[in-house]
T-cell receptor, first 116, second 113 residues
Framework: AQKVTQAQTEISVVEKEDVTLDCVYE???????LFWYKQPPSGELVFLIR??????QNEISGRYSWNFQKSTSSFNFTITASQVVDSAVYFCALSEAFSNTDKLIFGTGTRLQVFP | KAGVTQTPRYLIKTRGQQVTLSCSPI?????VSWYQQTPGQGLQFLFEYFSETQRNKGNFPGRFSGRQFSNSRSEMNVSTLELGDSALYLC????????????FGDGTRLSIL
């Protein structure tokens, strides 16, 4: 069965600190996709990144970076020099690649609070 | 490009009533999925529609149903509402080609009294 675990329920940091959000997944598929979404207080889920299982290159986008390691089934997300606007709930999600669906299996989310 | 539009944003109903939620996907997207978000259960997949056909379904009772129209717009219906149905209902659209990013609407917050 597929499963996504985000062990950190809530993280609090002070502005400018770096913070890493952990994501561990389980799947029997050899091909799959991983995602990160941000949910600000307004409620909308905002897509941040998609990574397929064959691409283990780390990715950096501005202050955001992602570390994908198949050996440990992890897809961690780091925010460098956090800002108050980064305060939100962050979800990691998993999707099958070759099935006829875009269904996402979500982790329970990590609430990040960045204080000024 | 307009995003995913969900209406209404807020709904208050009483137990036993039924409700219909609407979702307009991003232009060109053929897949629409629905999710229920509650503090206790998190984000749970309800169902996915593609080209007017339900192609995937989550583990929810038959009181939850949906449909998709030829213009890809989708509706979700919940009958015989229960207190536990209080939740944020999120609609997402995607190209439908498998493993594609889903783009979400603002959600409909349903409260059952």
């Amino acid at each position: 069965a597929q499963k996504v675990t985000q062990a950190q329920t809530e993280i609090s940091v002070v502005e400018k600190e770096d913070v890493t959000l952990d994501c561990v997944y389980e799947t029997r598929d050899t091909t799959y996709y991983l995602f990160w979404y941000k949910q600000p207080p307004s409620g909308e889920l905002v897509f941040l990144i998609r990574r397929n299982s064959f691409d283990e290159q780390n990715e950096i986008s501005g202050r955001y970076s992602w570390n994908f390691q198949k050996s440990t089934s992890s897809f961690n997300f780091t925010i460098t020099a956090s800002q108050v606007v980064d305060s939100a709930v962050y979800f990691c999600a998993l999707s099958e690649a070759f099935s006829n669906t875009d269904k996402l299996i979500f982790g329970t989310g990590t609430r990040l609070q960045v204080f000024p | 490009k307009a995003g995913v539009t969900q209406t209404p944003r807020y709904l208050i109903k009483t137990r036993g009533q039924q409700v219909t939620l609407s979702c307009s996907p991003i232009s060109g997207h053929r897949s629409v999925s629905w999710y229920q978000q509650t503090p206790g259960q998190g984000l749970q997949f309800l169902f996915e529609y593609f080209s007017e056909t339900q192609r995937n379904k989550g583990n929810f009772p038959g009181r939850f149903s949906g449909r998709q129209f030829s213009n890809s717009r989708s509706e979700m219906n919940v009958s015989t509402l229960e207190l536990g149905d209080s939740a944020l209902y999120l609609c997402a659209s995607s190209s439908g080609q498998g493993g594609q990013p889903q783009h979400f609407g603002d959600g409909t917050r349903l409260s059952i009294l």
